[in-house]
């Protein structure tokens, strides 16, 4: 028989019908009529995926959690499941475990301060409706500790007097805008 629906439509069959299969998989054309009634109940798409705390401090081990990721859905108590889309390669950089985010790597802010990412929200419906959003990640400055310090030059003749210039100290460290004092 035909599925029950709210308002059939024309129930023709026209070789221009969109949708010639039902839920199940099922044909939608009973002799020369279509089943107007299995689309009546559209499974509208999530949309709108927010990311509220999108950043991350530098150094922060692989595995670090970062935040949790949301969407809209009209189509009320469905559930919401994000995934890494194909298309960007800072993907890679990151995971996504249910509704939270993480690091797969350690970050550098010196190297790079923001990555954008391509989440995937889909609903849990038979035919899952979903949509495609890019969202970015901010890497957060850390001030590092310095690695190394030398001296442009280690050699002075002997017998120079008190303050006789040798060289010039010089400090290796990540966060080149620090300033640094010697004693």
């Not at 959690?65 to 890494?84: P, R, T």
């Not at 923001?114 to 038979?126: G, M």
């Not at 007097?161 to 004092?181: A, C, H, Q, R």
């Amino acid at each position: 028989g035909l599925s029950p629906c709210i308002n059939g439509g024309h129930p023709f069959y026209t070789n221009d019908s969109i949708y010639p299969m039902d839920l199940d998989g099922l044909s939608r054309i009973v002799y020369d009529t279509i089943d107007q009634g299995a689309y009546e109940f559209e499974n509208p798409a999530p949309y709108s995926i927010s990311f509220p705390k999108n950043s991350i401090y530098e150094n922060e081990l692989p595995g670090k959690f970062i935040g949790w990721l949301g969407a809209m859905d009209d189509a009320g108590g469905d559930s919401i499941l994000f995934s890494l889309a194909d298309g960007l390669a800072d993907n890679e950089s990151f995971y996504i475990d249910g509704d939270s985010l993480f690091s797969a790597e350690p970050f550098d802010f010196e190297s790079k301060t923001e990555y954008v990412i391509h989440v995937k929200a889909s609903d849990n419906f038979r035919f899952p409706a979903y949509c495609e959003e890019d969202v970015l990640i901010r890497v957060l400055n850390r001030d590092e500790a310095p690695t190394d310090i030398s001296i442009s030059d280690s050699t002075i003749d002997e017998n120079r007097p008190v303050g006789t210039y040798i060289g010039e100290l010089v400090t290796n460290d990540p966060d080149f805008d620090d300033s640094y004092k010697y004693s």
